[in-house]
């Protein structure tokens, strides 16, 4: 009789090896060879030397020892950081949590208890004590592989917690050094802005010698003041822009604005070659796509787990105890009692709630799949804008410098033009508003590139790598692996 009742219960925990929900497999992502704005363009070139890969400390590439030291603090200072960095610490515990459903819950719950009971008539009065110590276990076999299925789905959450703090990491770390290089650009502009002004005041001397000689009106004076105030107003409103960005790169720093003063500097040169690799790295190099392709696997785990729900449920239960009315005896053989034995539960109907949440199950399957292919495609079109900005830009620059030097040109002989009385102090006026304008430019532009380059480096995923993200092991242990970096790239042409 107890070999039959055993047979099926024997059955039902060897098939706890019987995998149920879908088996995961990486979706396909969209595809392209090449990015089309390499293509016919001399500004790139195919490269495969590892060592030109984009490493860890992306920033470093631009060489400027003072966004290195600011750089470096984001990781370390940053409270955004903090925060992803906690939540992946919350992750991890409930993969940890997920992973304790495996083994059994034990617990004791020893008691001491003194009944009295008063005398009346016929019965005696008089306490009785009782003492006990029992100790209980409870385990819930992994049948249907549910409890695996629910530690899968933690640790594809807790990865997607670690890419998204990668990905907020890179994005703040890209936000410092964009603001950075405005910062500096800035510098350059109220540098320039000096210059000029102390350009005009010499013409303001000029004219106001030229009026006291009786050669020039008393309009040109006035219109060289004009000029003069208008650029020192110009040169003021700089300041507030500079202050604010220096605030802003303050607090992505992790530090009060008051506590940090950049010197004023200016950007060094030209944006830097960039290697950038084939399309189908960024697969593998951005961290919100990894993060993406990780909530497609914990989704699909979810779909199991939802499918579990139409098998039945086994509990085995065990207790033992010593319990005694007498302390004295409480510790013999005669005390204990025990008791063992499996239960087994199945829902009947539950008029199609199980079949809802298995469909709800994959329709997010679906959107994140959906949003996976998305984030891919969105990608490629960042990379892509980047590599036309940079090009476009470098280009616009180059006709630039022409003009400001034709415009410089056109002011020394606007110049000597109104010193030999032949041309009004207007078209003075009207050539250095032309030359300021032109020189600003330039500089703007020089902002542009070194944003646009920022924004590259970020848009191919820093120095960032998919093998960086914790696997299960690493997960428990709370290590990190090292990005690794192997891939072929394109190589930027120097000249």
Same mark, same amino acid.
């Given at each position: 009789m107890k070999r039959r009742l055993? =047979? @099926?219960l024997t059955s039902i925990i060897l098939c706890s090896a019987c995998a149920v929900g879908p088996k995961y497999q990486r979706p396909v992502a969209p595809a392209t060879p090449s990015f089309k704005e390499m293509a016919g363009s001399d500004e790139w070139k195919t490269a495969t030397p590892s060592d030109g890969q984009l490493k860890g400390k #992306? #920033? *470093?590439?631009?060489?400027? @020892?003072?966004l290195n030291e600011l750089e470096e603090r984001v990781s370390t200072g940053n409270f955004t950081v903090k925060q992803m960095e906690a939540q992946f610490r919350a992750s991890r515990a409930l993969v940890l949590g997920a992973r304790a459903n495996y083994y059994p819950t034990i617990g004791a719950s020893p008691s001491v208890g003194v009944t009295g009971v008063g005398?009346? &008539?016929?019965? =005696? &009065? &008089?306490t009785t004590g009782s003492f006990s110590i029992p100790f209980s276990a409870t385990w819930v076999p992994d049948l249907w &592989?549910?409890?695996?299925?629910a530690v899968e789905a933690a640790n594809a959450n807790a990865q997607v917690s670690a890419a998204d703090l990668e990905n907020a990491r890179l994005a703040l770390q890209a936000t410092l050094a964009s603001d950075y290089f405005n910062l500096i650009g800035t510098d350059m502009e109220i540098a320039l802005l000096q210059d000029t002004i102390k350009a005009y005041e010499t013409y303001l001397t000029l004219t106001q010698n030229r009026y006291a000689g009786g050669v020039a009106a008393k309009s040109d004076v006035t219109l060289a003041q004009t000029q003069l105030f208008t650029t020192q107003a110009n040169m003021?409103?700089?300041?507030?822009?500079r202050n604010q960005l220096e605030h802003a790169i303050a607090v992505t720093t992790g530090r009060a604005p008051a506590e940090l003063s950049i010197p004023a500097g200016r950007i060094a040169g030209s944006p830097p070659p960039i290697p950038v690799a084939v399309p189908s790295t960024l697969l593998e190099?951005? @961290?919100d796509i990894s993060a993406q392709e990780r909530l497609i696997a914990a989704a699909n785990a979810n779909i199991g787990i939802a499918e579990t729900a139409y098998y039945p449920t086994l509990s085995i239960s065990a207790s033992a105890a010593l319990t005694n009315s007498s302390f004295a005896n409480l510790f013999t053989w005669a005390s204990r009692v025990w008791s063992v034995g499996p239960t087994l539960s199945q829902t009947l109907f539950d008029f199609g709630r199980r079949h809802a949440t298995v469909e709800n199950a994959e329709a997010i399957y679906d959107a994140s799949v959906a949003a996976y292919r998305e984030t891919v495609l969105s990608a490629f079109q960042q990379v892509e804008d980047n590599l036309s900005a940079l090009r476009v830009l470098a280009q616009e620059s180059e006709q630039q410098a022409a003009a400001v030097e034709a415009a410089n040109t056109s002011l020394t002989l606007e110049t000597d033009r109104y010193k030999a009385g032949t041309d009004s102090y207007l078209n003075v006026i009207t050539t250095q508003t032309i030359a300021l304008?032109?020189?600003? *430019?330039?500089?703007?532009? =020089?902002?542009?590139?070194?944003? $646009? $380059?920022?924004?590259l480096i970020v848009a191919l995923g820093g120095g960032w790598d998919a093998s960086a993200l914790p696997n299960p092991d690493q997960i428990r242990s709370n290590g990190l692996a090292e990005p690794a970096s192997t891939q072929k790239v394109a190589q930027p042409v120097t000249h």
């Open positions: 055993y =047979l @099926p #992306w #920033w *470093e590439i631009f060489n400027d @020892p003072q005398g009346n &008539g016929s019965r =005696l &009065g &008089g &592989g549910r409890v695996r299925l003021t409103d700089l300041q507030v822009t190099r951005r @961290p304008s032109d020189q600003r *430019e330039q500089v703007t532009l =020089l902002q542009r590139r070194m944003v $646009a $380059a920022v924004n």
